[in-house]
């Protein structure tokens, strides 16, 4: 069975500095999706980045970067000059890439971090 | 175009009560699904759906039905609440042609408390 385990509960950092969550995943499979997710007070969930896993370039959206290691399994977020509002949960997520018969999304614990002004 | 809806927002049951949490989409989506969301366990998976008439249990789907007898509602069933279902509900939902835009949308949630 695929699993997301993301190691750090809690992270802090300086406004305008630079943070990175990690993340890291087992599965047997070769044809993936993975997933950043930002969950602020709101609840509300947001997509913030994805990779496919067949792609070896990085992801980047942004201030936003990903370090995907597939034969690490390792999938990191890096937020660049971080800003108040980076403030949330954050979520890694894992899918399979199936053809279309189920697009199962399995989450890791989440990371909270905050900002420092 | 609203999206991923959800009612209610929040709701407080006793033990044994029945209630079902609403979901519904305007974009269309075949896949939908349901999610609880518990203090550092992330979100699970409860139920599914391909499509209307199609459902299928996830991770954690005991204490919880469901049926979709369309493509825009998938509402979600507690028959007879337990403490142990107090949570974060969240609905979400996505296309399943396959490609890289395939993502999936989830509604604001719904917090509900069972005493």
């Known amino acids: 069975a695929q699993t997301v385990t993301q190691s750090q509960p809690e992270m802090s950092v300086q406004e305008a500095e630079t943070v990175t969550l990690s993340c890291t995943y087992d599965t047997s499979e070769s044809d993936y999706y993975l997933f950043w997710y930002k969950q602020p007070p709101s609840r509300q969930m947001i997509l913030v980045i994805r990779?496919?896993?067949?792609?070896?370039q990085n992801a980047t959206e942004n201030r936003f970067s990903v370090n995907f290691q597939k034969a690490a399994k390792s999938f990191s977020l890096k937020i660049s000059d971080s800003q108040l509002g980076d403030a949330a949960m954050y979520f890694c997520?894992?899918?399979?890439?199936?053809?279309?018969?189920?697009?199962?999304?399995?989450f890791g614990t989440g990371t909270l971090l905050a900002v420092q002004p | 175009n609203a999206g991923v809806t959800q009612t209610p927002k929040f709701q407080v049951l006793k033990t044994g009560q029945s209630m079902t949490l609403q979901c519904a989409q305007d974009m269309n989506h075949e896949y939908m699904s349901w999610y609880r969301q518990d203090p550092g366990m992330g979100l699970r998976l409860i139920h599914y759906?391909?499509?209307?008439?199609?459902?299928d249990q996830g991770e954690v789907p005991n204490g919880y039905n469901v049926s979709r007898s369309t493509t825009e509602d998938f509402p979600l069933r507690l028959l007879s609440a337990a403490p142990s279902q107090t949570s974060v509900y969240f609905c979400a939902s996505s296309s399943l042609r396959r490609s890289y835009t395939d993502t999936q949308y989830f509604g604001p949630g719904t917090r509900l408390t069972v005493l």
């Open positions: 990779q496919e896993a067949y792609k070896q």
């Open positions: 997520a894992y899918r399979l890439n199936y053809g279309g018969a189920t697009n199962k999304l399995i």
């Open positions: 759906s391909v499509g209307a008439g199609i459902t």
